[in-house]
């Protein structure tokens, strides 16, 4: 390494020295900063978007919404459920849940780091005040001025001193100003995570939430069998008295109602397991939330869909994806940079004086200022390998970029199609329980009438339960997909709502306006 003076000596002039050293070294580096900064600039790689959603198909009785003419809040999307005990515990999310405020403290940490990596852009200065006492032999004592004391066998001396001094680094070839480039936009990739963190705890609470009204449905469903086996267990009670049916039949009955009453007690389970896991994510301990017991609704809103292309503006993780795409394109100028030599500007100013009256003294000031220029003459290839580094840490991220856009568009797929084939399924599983209720009526009825055994008519119960069950899953299978499908959409949020770069570098009020990097 080697090191070119390029001027340091003082001068007999001390006229600008009446302006602070700080501005000196500002307005000599301005034009520096105002020039290139090396480096390849920044253009979001294509995505793997297709023209249409494959899945998209109209299903009877039920359809997508027409974009245009959906009316879905912007950040408050389950407000479509139309469920004020839903919408009291989603409000709750983005200000309690725990895991959020730890992504929100990333992102503040993340914006706080601009200011630090912003730093290198200004001067260095430093100042001091000293005194010193010195004696030399014996026999001193304090005269009435109190600076020099003499006598035939020593002294003393005071002196006082006043310094400061300034360096810079100018960022001639964009260094800085590319970190700082890459620290913004990782501080909007951190806004991004939060809000894909947001929108996700969202998503799992509503389809927590729909999972518990699923289990009082299906206490609901079977505490009517229930009532229903307790009355056939009584009837089949007065017949085996009467003597019109075979005992047996009793004890047939009898298991088939404890059965129920047992699958009727289990649901209680997984409601607390659920309503548990709503509290801790609405930031609360267990015992202080308690939700109501509801029947989980039958009506599925219509969710607007629009084409693939607008996932890259509406997916918070994919927004999050491309802008440290351009964070690690800046990490290339960054590394390029070191290619080229860096200079250095340096200034003092000291004066000194005893008594202290003759600290301001012009004969008592010293000044210099200097400038250098170091260039790495052998590094072995570092330089070279870091900027492959950074090339390598790019491709990276757009690969990353691109699976996320990938994995998007497939979640979204998923969801659309379980939605058109659970919609369907659903007409048909109606259709089925009819069936299977008529079923059970015309076996009873057969019973009653000595026609057939009880035996018979347990398996239609048994039957016509298991499929009520089934439409029962199938319900909640489509109210927890239609969740899924809106947060799949981006929940209503858009890239629109990350800091801007220039909002991100306004907390400095000293950043002079030729240093802001690019503010879009």
Same mark, same amino acid.
């Given at each position: 390494?080697? /090191?070119?003076?390029?001027?340091?000596?003082?001068?007999?002039?001390?006229?600008?020295?009446?302006?602070?050293?700080?501005?000196?070294?500002?307005?000599?580096?301005?034009?520096?900063?105002?020039?290139?900064?090396?480096?390849?600039?920044?253009?979001?790689?294509?995505?793997?978007?297709?023209?249409?959603?494959?899945?998209?198909?109209?299903?009877? #009785?039920?359809?997508?919404?027409?974009?245009?003419?959906?009316?879905?809040?912007?950040?408050?999307?389950?407000?479509?459920?139309?469920?004020?005990?839903?919408?009291?515990?989603?409000?709750?999310?983005?200000?309690?849940?725990?895991?959020?405020?730890?992504?929100?403290?990333?992102?503040?940490?993340?914006?706080?780091?601009?200011?630090?990596?912003?730093?290198?852009?200004?001067?260095?200065? /430093?100042?001091?005040?000293?005194?010193?006492?010195?004696?030399?032999?014996?026999?001193?004592?304090? /005269?009435?001025? #109190?600076?020099?004391?003499?006598?035939?066998?020593?002294?003393?001396?005071?002196?006082?001193?006043?310094?400061?001094?300034?360096?810079?680094?100018?960022?001639?070839?964009?260094?800085?100003?590319?970190?700082?480039?890459?620290?913004?936009?990782?501080?909007?990739? *951190?806004?991004?995570?939060?809000?894909?963190? @947001?929108?996700?705890?969202?998503?799992?609470?509503?389809?927590?939430?729909?999972?518990?009204?699923?289990?009082? *449905?299906?206490?609901?469903?079977?505490?009517?069998?229930?009532?229903?086996?307790?009355?056939?267990?009584?009837?089949?009670?007065?017949?085996?008295?009467?003597? @019109?049916?075979?005992?047996?039949?009793?004890?047939?009955? =009898?298991?088939?109602?404890?059965?129920?009453?047992?699958? $009727?007690?289990?649901? #209680?389970?997984? =409601?607390?397991?659920?309503?548990?896991?709503?509290?801790?994510?609405?930031?609360?301990?267990?015992?202080?939330?308690?939700?109501?017991?509801?029947?989980? *609704?039958?009506?599925?809103?219509?969710?607007?869909? @629009?084409?693939?292309?607008?996932?890259?503006? =509406?997916?918070?993780?994919?927004?999050?994806?491309?802008?440290?795409? $351009?964070?690690?394109?800046?990490?290339?100028?960054?590394?390029?940079?070191?290619?080229?030599?860096?200079? &250095?500007?340096?200034?003092?100013?000291?004066?000194?004086?005893?008594?202290?009256?003759?600290?301001?003294?012009?004969?008592?000031?010293?000044?210099?200022?200097?400038?250098?220029?170091? $260039?790495?003459?052998?590094?072995?290839?570092?330089?070279?390998?870091?900027?492959?580094?950074?090339?390598?840490?790019?491709?990276?991220?757009?690969?990353?970029?691109?699976?996320?856009?990938?994995?998007?568009?497939?979640?979204?797929?998923?969801?659309?199609?379980?939605?058109?084939?659970?919609?369907?399924?659903?007409?048909?599983?109606?259709?089925?329980?009819?069936?299977?209720?008529?079923?059970?009526?015309?076996?009873?009825?057969?019973?009653? &009438?000595?026609?057939?055994?009880?035996?018979?008519?347990?398996?239609?119960?048994?039957?016509?339960?298991?499929?009520?069950?089934?439409?029962?899953?199938?319900?909640?299978?489509?109210?927890?997909?239609?969740?899924?499908?809106?947060?799949?959409?981006?929940? #209503?949020?858009?890239?629109?709502?990350?800091? @801007?770069?220039?909002?991100?570098?306004?907390?400095?009020?000293?950043?002079?306006?030729?240093?802001?990097?690019?503010?879009?």
């Amino acid at each position: 390494m080697t /090191s070119l003076p390029l001027s340091t000596r003082p001068s007999r002039r001390t006229r600008f020295l009446r302006a602070p050293l700080a501005t000196l070294m500002l307005g000599a580096g301005a034009l520096g900063l105002s020039g290139c900064m090396v480096g390849p600039s920044y253009k979001r790689p294509s995505a793997p978007v297709s023209a249409k959603f494959k899945e998209l198909k109209p299903a009877p #009785g039920w359809d997508y919404a027409n974009p245009k003419l959906a009316d879905t809040p912007k950040g408050q999307w389950w407000l479509i459920y139309h469920d004020p005990q839903l919408n009291a515990l989603e409000e709750q999310v983005a200000i309690s849940n725990q895991n959020v405020a730890e992504y929100d403290a990333r992102y503040r940490a993340a914006r706080a780091q601009i200011n630090s990596v912003r730093a290198q852009l200004f001067p260095t200065l /430093s100042g001091g005040f000293s005194f010193n006492r010195n004696a030399q032999g014996g026999g001193s004592q304090n /005269s009435a001025s #109190g600076s020099i004391i003499s006598s035939a066998t020593g002294y003393t001396k005071n002196t006082y001193s006043l310094d400061s001094s300034a360096s810079w680094d100018p960022d001639i070839w964009g260094r800085v100003r590319r970190q700082i480039q890459a620290q913004v936009t990782e501080s909007q990739a *951190s806004a991004a995570d939060l809000a894909y963190e @947001t929108l996700t705890y969202q998503a799992q609470l509503a389809v927590a939430y729909f999972n518990l009204h699923y289990q009082d *449905s299906l206490h609901a469903l079977l505490e009517r069998n229930v009532k229903f086996y307790e009355q056939a267990l009584e009837i089949t009670q007065n017949q085996v008295t009467a003597g @019109t049916s075979d005992p047996t039949a009793v004890l047939e009955a =009898r298991y088939q109602l404890e059965q129920t009453r047992a699958s $009727e007690i289990a649901t #209680g389970t997984l =409601r607390a397991q659920y309503e548990h896991s709503i509290a801790v994510m609405i930031g609360k301990a267990p015992a202080d939330v308690s939700i109501p017991v509801a029947e989980l *609704s039958r009506d599925i809103p219509p969710i607007p869909v @629009t084409l693939p292309a607008t996932l890259l503006q =509406r997916r918070p993780d994919i927004a999050a994806a491309e802008r440290r795409m $351009e964070e690690y394109n800046a990490n290339i100028g960054a590394a390029i940079a070191a290619f080229y030599p860096s200079f &250095a500007l340096s200034a003092s100013y000291e004066q000194s004086g005893d008594p202290i009256g003759t600290l301001m003294n012009i004969g008592n000031r010293i000044w210099s200022l200097g400038a250098s220029a170091t $260039e790495n003459l052998f590094e072995g290839g570092s330089r070279t390998a870091a900027v492959h580094e950074a090339n390598a840490n790019y491709d990276l991220y757009v690969a990353e970029y691109r699976q996320t856009v990938l994995s998007a568009l497939q979640t979204t797929e998923d969801q659309l199609a379980n939605l058109r084939i659970l919609n369907e399924q659903a007409r048909q599983q109606d259709i089925a329980l009819t069936d299977a209720n008529r079923a059970v009526t015309v076996e009873f009825n057969q019973y009653m &009438a000595g026609i057939v055994a009880y035996t018979s008519v347990i398996t239609n119960e048994q039957n016509a339960l298991s499929i009520a069950e089934s439409a029962l899953q199938i319900q909640q299978s489509r109210m927890v997909d239609s969740a899924n499908l809106v947060a799949a959409l981006g929940g #209503g949020w858009s890239a629109d709502q990350l800091p @801007t770069k220039g909002s991100l570098q306004t907390d400095n009020p000293f950043l002079p306006s030729f240093i802001q990097t690019d503010k879009n």
